[in-house]
């Protein structure tokens, strides 16, 4: 059974930094493409960054361009996003996601086959 488990978040001034990272149970990872969404209070879940196994392909959502970094260690099986220059508009809840028996990297919600349970982050202004 595919587990995948976040954690790293936190509570943290505007303009500081968190790094998440999520770990993956039960998959041969590195043949997995990964992505972070997050969902804050009230909205739809939103697509944050994405990577392709090798991690020689990365999206990002507009809004965090130039501030969040993904990144993958295939040897410890965990994904990782570096959050700079946090914004309030950053708070969410932030899930980390693997597509199934697929390497590429790809902004599709409906693309992902499994979930982790979700970390909260909360940047106050």
């Known amino acids: 059974q595919v587990q995948l488990v976040e954690s790293g978040g936190g509570l943290v001034q505007a303009g500081g930094s968190l790094r998440l990272s999520c770990a993956a149970v039960g998959v041969t990872f590195s043949r997995y493409g990964m992505g972070w969404f997050r969902q804050a209070p009230g909205k739809e879940r939103e697509f944050v960054a994405a990577l392709s196994w090798s991690g020689s392909t990365t999206y990002y959502q507009d809004s965090v361009k130039g501030r969040f970094s993904i990144s993958r260690d295939n040897a410890k099986n965990t994904v990782y996003l570096q959050m700079n220059s946090l914004k309030a508009e950053d708070t969410a809840v932030y899930y980390c996601?693997?597509?199934?028996?697929?390497?590429?990297?790809?902004?599709?919600?409906?693309?992902?086959?499994?979930w982790g349970q979700g970390t909260q982050v909360t940047v106050s202004s």
């Open positions: 996601a693997a597509r199934e028996f697929t390497a590429t990297a790809t902004m599709r919600e409906s693309a992902y086959r499994y």
